[in-house]
């Protein structure tokens, strides 16, 4: 077993793991550090989610049904039990692992081509391609990873009608959501209209649901499924770049090894680092010293980067990477980086097989190597990061030709 003893974050968010599982910021929120603490609220009931948004999708017409990441409840559960079959592990490796094959070693090919690559640009391409045969999104115009990179920018800004620049940031992101539209969905939307799929846009026309309907759902599950996983890639290399007993061990290792190893990175480095919920009945967080009382209305926010470090659920040295570790009380490998409970992402096996399908080809390339470094920014909302920069290259003489697409499967 691969143990790296030291601490083996690449990510600083700039905040240290407290003593106490349970806090409170000024503004009154709950912060939640401890892995039972969290796991238990998200499992239970008494909250609805907060954050990711959620504020600016409350403001749409009640008529608009919203997307599946900002309901709770029945409603929830019903859409979550018909979906669940287009993320099954057997579906995920009986529709989409040939898929995530060819793109991935498509995206090699441009980077054997051109000697060297941005990281970001060829995960991202990847997150797309997958992510889109899933939704259903197959029909539209070129140009999708643009469009995508203007709705979903490095830097938000506040839309607003108070000033020039929330001016600004209302109508860019307006006239995204009408180019993603019109150039993507909404043919997508007709093609499935004319012959049904077995996809998620053929289900959500069979449930009754409008364009404008389908569009949030699909840009849900854009920014779930493809952008994240554009920054989990990126991030994954970059350890593995820089960190030869990892890389050995995930070179020799069998799939299920080199998946452990990737949930362990992930473990420590969760992508989305903050889950906030809000209290709609009393609850009580129950910590060392007794349960501590929320009141509804009140908001509860899980520190994922603090509760995957939980030693009581990780075991020793919580900032290691130690692929295969043993948790503890039920603790996933990935801790909560995927969530839990009813809103637990439904793309997870999907999410890491496709960054493993991509990974093992890349680092099977003869003399691949890492020719500058990233940068790491972060995004508050979520308390998320995002990885650019890094760029890979092939030595000139080195053979271009390719691992071929029956390596690492």
Request: charged residues 30%; glycine residues 10%; positive net charge.
């Amino acid at each position: 077993m691969y143990d790296r003893g030291s601490t083996a974050r690449k990510v600083d968010r700039g905040r240290e793991r407290p003593g106490c599982p349970v806090t409170r910021a000024e503004d009154g929120t709950w912060r939640v550090h401890d892995h039972a603490v969290a796991r238990a609220l998200l499992r239970g009931p008494g909250t609805v989610q907060a954050g990711l948004g959620v504020e600016t999708v409350e403001k749409l017409p009640r008529r608009i049904r919203r997307p599946v990441l900002y309901r709770d409840g029945p409603e929830h559960r019903e859409h979550r039990r018909q979906t669940a079959r287009f993320f099954t592990p057997r579906r995920v490796d009986e529709h989409y692992r040939d898929l995530m094959v060819r793109i991935a070693e498509e995206q090699l090919a441009s980077l054997r081509a051109a000697g060297e690559a941005r990281l970001a640009d060829l995960a991202f391409e990847l997150a797309i391609g997958v992510v889109s045969e899933v939704i259903g999104l197959r029909y539209g115009r070129p140009g999708i990873r643009r469009r995508l990179e203007r709705f979903f920018p490095e830097e938000f800004g506040e839309p607003g009608l108070t000033s020039v620049r929330g001016l600004y940031w209302l109508v860019r992101q307006n006239a995204n959501w009408l180019r993603i539209h019109l150039a993507d969905v909404r043919p997508a939307i007709r093609a499935h209209r004319r012959r049904e799929h077995d996809d998620l846009i053929s289900h959500l026309i069979g449930e009754g649901c409008s364009d404008a309907e389908i569009l949030g759902e699909c840009l849900t599950f854009a920014a779930a499924g493809m952008v994240t996983t554009r920054e989990f890639v990126s991030l994954a290399a970059w350890h593995l770049f820089t960190d030869a007993g990892l890389l050995d061990h995930y070179r020799s290792a069998d799939e299920p090894g080199r998946l452990a190893v990737l949930q362990e990175i992930l473990r420590l480095e969760p992508v989305v680092g903050r889950l906030r919920r809000r209290a709609v009945s009393a609850l009580e967080l129950p910590t060392d010293d007794g349960p501590l009382a929320v009141r509804p209305g009140e908001v509860v926010e899980l520190r994922l980067d603090h509760t995957n470090t939980d030693p009581r659920a990780v075991g020793r040295d919580p900032l290691c990477v130690r692929p295969g570790r043993a948790m503890e009380f039920g603790a996933g490998p990935a801790g909560l980086s995927f969530g839990d409970g009813p809103h637990r992402c439904p793309g997870a096996h999907i999410a890491l097989l496709e960054t493993d399908v991509f990974l093992s080809r890349l680092f099977a390339l003869d003399g691949i190597r890492m020719t500058a470094p990233p940068r790491a920014s972060f995004k508050d909302v979520i308390g998320g990061y995002e990885i650019r920069g890094l760029t890979v290259g092939l030595p000139p003489g080195a053979d271009r030709s390719g691992p071929g697409p029956g390596s690492a499967r």
